[in-house]
């Protein structure tokens, strides 16, 4: 089997490549053309994808690579994925995030291609939790407005032309591998320093672990194509994570309360209901919310820098796959 996975340089696309790899896949990894690929996600987990460059604005670029390739799944990773950072770069957000799984769909509409789309719980915004696959969306960022267009897209495409398209929409994910912006991550480097700023405390999100949630994404392109909500079904604050990793650091870090990292528009609680996961794909999540704090504080406890400064391991190989 054959998988092209976008996004391969992120969270997700690093844990979804060790998967697939494990599970006997071929794997190739798109990254974005121009830049050069951070591999060290990759190193962290030891695992050599090929890599491909590839653009996701560019309709012939894309087309050309999956008709190289000739993937038999593709997982769409690649996001402007920062919701605080939507609020400044909106257009760009919306294109890459909205209009770049549109360019996919038309590349494959016809072939035998199952295709994973990453949804989110971001589109949902205020909506009463539990969330689940009937829940309305009413997306409350830039972000979560591009990933309902993608999302949309996706179930336009599965109707209109039969393409085998499915949505996963997973709530919050973390790991140690999570961008240092994400709140999460902040909080387990920033309890090792002596001051830490922080916006809102008091959203609630339902945190699971990377690990899990890649394992659904594998587990949704195995099954009928369709629309799941992957969560844990506990809700922590940004004050409980907080606690948490200051009991699991046992340090006590100054924290102010920065207005800069309040957002226009809050989403103030999500917290999924994911019973069709379980039921249809038998999906459940195995990290709990201590065993996640834990382990993303005692990895940033040992990293002088953030995770990557401190990789010292043969990062993978790059090869150009496509060089039009
Ligand atoms: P991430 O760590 O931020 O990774 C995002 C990936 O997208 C990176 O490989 C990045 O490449 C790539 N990318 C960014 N801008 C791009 C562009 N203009 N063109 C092509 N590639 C671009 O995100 P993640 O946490 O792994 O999330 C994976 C996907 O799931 C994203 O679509 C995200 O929106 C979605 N999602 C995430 C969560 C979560 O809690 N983690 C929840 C729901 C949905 P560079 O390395 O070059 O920047
Ligand atoms: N980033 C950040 N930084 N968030 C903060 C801070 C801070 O200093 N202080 C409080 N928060 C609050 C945010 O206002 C938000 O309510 C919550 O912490 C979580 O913020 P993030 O960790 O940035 O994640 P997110 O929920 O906005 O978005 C993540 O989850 C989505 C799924 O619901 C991202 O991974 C998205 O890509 C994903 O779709």
């Not at 987990?45 to 038999?72: A, Q």
Request: hydrophobic share 35%; charged share 25%.
């Amino acid at each position: 089997m054959r998988a092209l996975i976008t996004g391969i340089t992120g969270q997700d696309g690093a844990y979804l490549a060790r998967l697939l790899t494990d599970y006997g896949y071929e794997v190739f990894g798109a990254y974005r053309r121009g830049a050069s690929p951070r591999t060290e996600r990759l190193a962290y987990l030891n695992v050599s994808p090929e890599m491909v460059p590839f653009e996701l604005g560019e309709y012939e670029n894309v087309k050309r690579t999956i008709d190289h390739i000739k993937p038999d799944e593709i997982y769409n990773l690649a996001a402007q994925s920062f919701v605080a950072d939507s609020f400044e770069l909106p257009t760009y957000t919306c294109d890459v995030n909205g209009m770049g799984v549109l360019r996919i769909l038309e590349a494959i509409r016809g072939k035998d291609i199952r295709l994973y789309q990453a949804s989110t719980s971001e589109m949902f915004g205020n909506a009463t939790p539990r969330q689940s696959e009937t829940t309305p969306f009413i997306p409350r960022s830039p972000y979560g407005c591009g990933k309902l267009l993608a999302h949309s897209l996706c179930r336009n495409y599965r109707e209109s032309y039969g393409v085998q398209v499915s949505c996963g929409i997973l709530f919050n994910h973390e790991s140690p591998l999570r961008g240092k912006e994400f709140v999460t991550q902040k909080i387990a480097y920033g309890v090792w320093d002596e001051h830490l700023r922080l916006g809102n405390l008091e959203a609630k999100r339902d945190w699971g672990h990377a690990r899990d949630y890649v394992k659904a994404m594998w587990l949704m392109l195995q099954h009928q194509p369709d629309d799941f909500v992957v969560a844990t079904g506990t809700a922590h604050s940004v004050k409980d994570f907080l606690t948490a990793a200051k009991q699991e650091s046992g340090t006590e870090p100054v924290v102010t309360i920065d207005p800069k990292f309040y957002r226009p528009a809050e989403v103030n609680h999500l917290c999924g209901d994911a019973t069709k996961a379980r039921e249809i794909l038998g999906w459940e999540p195995t990290t709990t919310f201590r065993d996640l704090v834990g382990e993303m504080v005692r990895e940033a406890g040992k990293c002088s820098g953030y995770f990557w400064d401190s990789i010292d391991g043969k990062l993978p190989r790059i090869k150009s796959v496509i060089t039009a």
